[in-house]
């Protein structure tokens, strides 16, 4: 039998694990990839289901436990993380299987009002939870 401690080790390393995307061909990996970014430009609101599903423990305690020290982490070097990115970003690998350095990218290719929806949809997520 695990002991605490050693749970909330094995299941921090199964969300490490999970960022990494292992496993998709090529093929796989560029279709993942087109879904994400269409997701992220044309549906803001599934994203923040998503990043609501993961605050609430629905990918395992490792994501769970990962983001909440993400969202309560206010005193070190983590100011200068941006929360709302970082929460996309594991959304991003956990939903879709994209890579978290690709998640950056997508983005960028935003425009404005799409940045400021998705945005908007994620901190609406996150002031719910807190």
């Given at each position: 039998m695990l002991t605490q401690q050693e749970y909330e080790e094995r299941e921090r390393k199964m969300f490490e694990r999970a960022l990494t995307v292992p496993g998709l061909s090529a093929t796989?990996?560029?279709e993942a990839e087109a879904k994400w970014e269409d997701c992220l430009a044309n549906?803001?609101?599934?994203?923040?289901?998503r990043v609501a599903w993961l605050l609430d423990g629905d990918y395992g305690y490792g994501a769970y436990q990962a983001a909440h020290e993400v969202l309560a982490d206010t005193v070190t070097a983590n100011l200068k993380m941006n929360r709302v990115t970082w929460l996309i970003v594991a959304i991003g690998a956990l939903e879709w299987q994209c890579k978290p350095s690709r998640t950056p990218k997508f983005l960028k290719g935003l425009s404005e009002e799409q940045l400021l929806a998705l945005s908007m949809a994620v901190h609406e997520v996150i002031d719910r939870s807190y």
């Open positions: 796989e990996r560029a549906n803001p609101e599934l994203v923040a289901q």
